[in-house]
């Protein structure tokens, strides 16, 4: 699967996951000051776990391991979609682009999951 790719910032999906943080520490910086600990945090972490895990991912050898990091991004970008649900309806946030940003990552993710799948059972 990473015949093509030789580090995992070459990955469309790594790079689309990687924009996606940096717009969420942009905009998480406007969020007001009493978010710090809250949500501006929790937003954050999830965001920075998703790229996090898809590069701990890329270098793993074992299928399983491969998948198992990806699968724990794609449960950060489902955590990352609720925050911005959440940070529309509190008003901090009416970025649309984050919402279709956030979805692109999600189908390629799944995409690039499903190749490595298919890798496991042509083995």
Not at 42 to 63: D, L, M, T, W, Y
Request: with cysteine.
């Amino acid at each position: 699967m990473n015949d093509k790719a030789k580090d995992f910032t070459e990955l469309i999906v790594w790079q689309k996951a990687h924009e996606f943080v940096l717009n969420i520490y942009k905009i998480s910086s406007l969020f007001p000051k009493v978010e710090i600990y809250g949500l501006t945090s929790q937003f954050r972490r999830a965001a920075i776990s998703i790229p996090a895990n898809i590069a701990e991912g890329f270098v793993k050898n074992g299928v399983a391991d491969k998948l198992r990091y990806y699968n724990i991004a794609e449960g950060s970008i489902h955590e990352c979609k609720y925050y911005l649900i959440l940070a529309r309806d509190l008003g901090y946030v009416e970025n649309a682009d984050l919402f279709d940003l956030i979805d692109e990552v999600s189908k390629l993710l799944g995409s690039y999951s499903s190749k490595i799948k298919k890798s496991l059972n042509n083995s």
